[in-house]
Nanobody, 114 residues
């Protein structure tokens, strides 16, 4: 499975961005999909994930500002990011776990200027 991410960019604090990720093959709804990020000098951290039968999980730092949603028919997962802060600056990675294996998209850079 290949994950193709898009949508990063440069935005001022308080602005919004949308990240999209499309899988090359069908990912069943019970397999989680989501987004992680890695800021310079920091470890990769979960931003949000979603799978059928559960409420989405969000990092505490983004809850209320970011929304994740998924279109299983199109094999896509999207992250709506609002009220962006400079601390949201990072490489964002699309992710899925299938049969115990982690799959990663290429990182897409989000830069939030103050």
């Amino acid at each position: 499975v290949q994950l193709q991410a898009s949508g990063g960019g440069l935005v001022q604090a308080g602005g919004s961005l949308r990240l999209s990720c499309r899988a090359s093959e069908t990912i069943f709804s019970w397999n989680p999909m989501g987004w992680l990020r890695q800021a310079p000098g920091k470890s990769r951290e979960l931003v949000a994930r979603i799978r059928s039968g559960r409420y989405p999980d969000y990092a505490e730092s983004v809850r209320g500002r970011f929304t994740i949603f998924r279109d299983n028919a199109k094999n896509t997962v999207t992250l709506e990011m609002n009220s962006l802060e400079p601390d949201d600056t990072a490489l964002y990675y699309c992710w899925s776990k299938i049969d115990g294996h982690d799959y990663w998209g290429q990182g897409t850079l989000v830069t939030v200027s103050s």
